[in-house]
């Protein structure tokens, strides 16, 4: 037996004992006892493992019957065979493991050294399904504008279609600094996303590949390294996506993990009651205390972007004088958003 299949046997006893049964299973009583017998005696001095084949075959000798031990070889055979397969396998596996752990790593700093380049600055998140021209898209890239305006902090989103697009828009109509974190994704994955939004350069987006590294990179780019930075965390209506990033701003927020000691607003917009069903159950969570009833208060939800820049604006102490955006602000009173 290969040292090497060995070495893989020693880190996973459990296999060898899966083989045994899979190889001897079928077999004739006298070989699975041998089988099963040689198994333990191996389990309990697994060190002696590099020896153990002339131990095998020396108990295959002793079998009364040569129809018995010409079964037993074959067994033994097959065993050698199916230990080879599994370390392969493993092999494989450890390979690619620390291949996606390389790849993981490279995009983490990728989307850091963005964040360096383009700045922290207000982190936009939303669906992927609106288009121009809906209500719920034009929303998000006024407020892009005016927020950057405000807090002249640059915009942040996935760097995708719909809110994402909009947001980003509205921040290069505005303060003019963008920056987008993009998940890469295939036509299977994704019949509209492929694709990064036109309103990029190529230089103010990094692509990843797997999620923890885009999603770790978003969140440092609302991180307040000192006072003077303005950042916010702004989820509008989304999907999936949008609730997965809300869910873990809240829980690090929460447990004290967004890697900051300065406070980050976290807004949620709350148009046409779209996160209704979603507010009474976090209340849901406070009265089975299954949250703190404080817990509430990590957020903020904003009906209009009104009252989100003001929130914004009363949060980083900015006189009334600097918020311009009250008189160019669209009333949205008389369009129907569409939720997508």
Not at 124 to 144: H, L, V
Not at 180 to 199: P, R, W
């Given at each position: 037996?290969?040292?090497?299949?060995?070495?893989?046997?020693m880190?996973?006893?459990?296999d060898?004992?899966?083989?045994?049964?899979?190889?001897?299973?079928?077999?004739?009583?006298?070989?699975?006892?041998?089988?099963?017998?040689?198994?333990?005696?191996?389990?309990?001095?697994?060190?002696?493992?590099?020896?153990?084949?002339?131990?095998?075959?020396?108990a295959?000798?002793?079998?009364?019957?040569d129809?018995?031990?010409?079964?037993a070889?074959?067994?033994?055979a097959?065993?050698?065979?199916?230990?080879?397969d599994?370390?392969?396998?493993?092999?494989?596996?450890?390979?690619?493991?620390?291949?996606?752990?390389?790849?993981?790593?490279?995009?983490?700093?990728?989307?850091?050294?963005?964040v360096?380049?383009?700045g922290?600055?207000?982190?936009?998140?939303?669906?992927?399904?609106?288009?121009?021209?809906?209500?719920m898209?034009?929303q998000?890239r006024?407020?892009?504008r005016?927020?950057?305006?405000?807090?002249?902090?640059?915009?942040w989103?996935?760097?995708g279609p719909g809110i994402?697009?909009?947001?980003a828009?509205?921040?290069?109509?505005?303060?003019?600094?963008?920056?987008?974190i993009?998940i890469?994704l295939?036509?299977?994955?994704?019949?509209?996303?492929?694709?990064?939004?036109?309103?990029?350069?190529d230089?103010?987006?990094?692509?990843?590949?797997?999620?923890?590294?885009?999603?770790?990179?978003?969140?440092?780019?609302?991180?307040?390294?000192?006072?003077?930075?303005?950042?916010?965390?702004?989820?509008?209506?989304?999907?999936?996506?949008?609730?997965?990033?809300?869910?873990?701003?809240?829980?690090?927020?929460?447990?004290?993990?967004?890697?900051?000691?300065?406070?980050?607003p976290?807004?949620?917009?709350?148009?046409?009651?779209?996160?209704?069903?979603?507010?009474?159950?976090l209340?849901?969570?406070?009265?089975?205390d299954?949250?703190?009833?404080?817990?509430?208060?990590?957020l903020?939800?904003?009906?209009?972007?009104?009252?989100a820049?003001?929130?914004l604006?009363?949060?980083?102490?900015?006189?009334p004088?600097?918020?311009?955006?009250?008189g160019?602000l669209?009333?949205?009173?008389?369009?129907?958003?569409?939720?997508?």
């Amino acid at each position: 037996m290969p040292a090497f299949h060995i070495r893989y046997l020693m880190r996973r006893l459990d296999d060898l004992h899966s083989i045994v049964q899979q190889a001897t299973n079928g077999c004739s009583q006298e070989v699975q006892t041998l089988g099963n017998d040689l198994l333990d005696r191996f389990l309990r001095d697994p060190v002696n493992a590099q020896e153990f084949c002339p131990v095998i075959l020396d108990a295959i000798a002793k079998l009364p019957s040569d129809a018995l031990q010409e079964e037993a070889h074959k067994i033994h055979a097959k065993i050698r065979l199916l230990i080879a397969d599994r370390a392969v396998d493993g092999v494989v596996a450890e390979d690619r493991n620390r291949s996606s752990a390389e790849t993981m790593k490279r995009e983490t700093l990728s989307a850091f050294d963005m964040v360096q380049r383009q700045g922290r600055g207000i982190v936009c998140f939303g669906s992927a399904r609106n288009n121009p021209g809906d209500p719920m898209y034009e929303q998000a890239r006024e407020f892009g504008r005016e927020s950057s305006l405000l807090l002249n902090s640059t915009i942040w989103t996935g760097a995708g279609p719909g809110i994402m697009d909009a947001s980003a828009r509205g921040g290069r109509e505005g303060y003019g600094k963008i920056g987008g974190i993009k998940i890469e994704l295939s036509a299977d994955e994704s019949e509209f996303e492929q694709n990064v939004s036109d309103v990029y350069r190529d230089d103010e987006v990094a692509i990843c590949t797997y999620f923890a590294p885009r999603k770790v990179g978003l969140v440092d780019a609302c991180m307040r390294p000192d006072e003077s930075v303005r950042t916010a965390a702004v989820f509008f209506p989304g999907g999936f996506g949008t609730l997965d990033e809300f869910f873990e701003f809240i829980t690090l927020k929460q447990l004290n993990k967004l890697g900051t000691e300065h406070d980050v607003p976290i807004l949620l917009m709350n148009f046409d009651g779209y996160y209704d069903n979603l507010i009474k159950q976090l209340e849901v969570l406070a009265r089975h205390d299954s949250i703190k009833n404080d817990d509430l208060k990590l957020l903020r939800v904003c009906t209009s972007n009104k009252e989100a820049l003001d929130r914004l604006a009363k949060f980083y102490k900015i006189p009334p004088e600097e918020c311009e955006y009250k008189g160019r602000l669209r009333d949205w009173s008389d369009t129907k958003t569409n939720s997508k």
